[in-house]
């Protein structure tokens, strides 16, 4: 985790895009953090909820949306997941994950 603050992880674009269209279930878009002074992508509600909650924070230096692919092999099999946020605080690095409650 320490690696992910250098670069090229905080230079990089995200490994999707947040595009809209009519017949999506979810609701990407973009939202602005003061903290930033720039937008931050965000796949649905919930995560534009924790992008607000991260600025709310106030010890917020960055944060990169879709940072990076994390490729494992479980049950034989190969995977890949995209984490939704890196955060960098001033007390430390955080790789977000955001689950809507069922």
Excluded: Y
């Amino acid at each position: 985790m320490h690696d992910l603050v250098h670069e090229p992880v905080l230079t990089s674009d995200p490994m999707r895009h947040f595009t809209r269209r009519r017949d999506q279930r979810h609701r990407p878009g973009l939202q602005f953090l003061n903290s930033t002074g720039r937008h931050h992508g965000a796949e649905s509600l919930e995560e534009i909820r924790v992008l607000l909650a991260l600025d709310f924070a106030g010890d917020v230096v960055d944060v990169v949306s879709q940072p990076l692919k994390i490729s494992f092999a479980t049950c034989g099999k190969r995977r890949a997941h995209t984490p939704d946020d890196l955060a960098v605080t001033r007390r430390g690095v955080w790789l977000i994950d955001v689950r809507p409650g069922l």
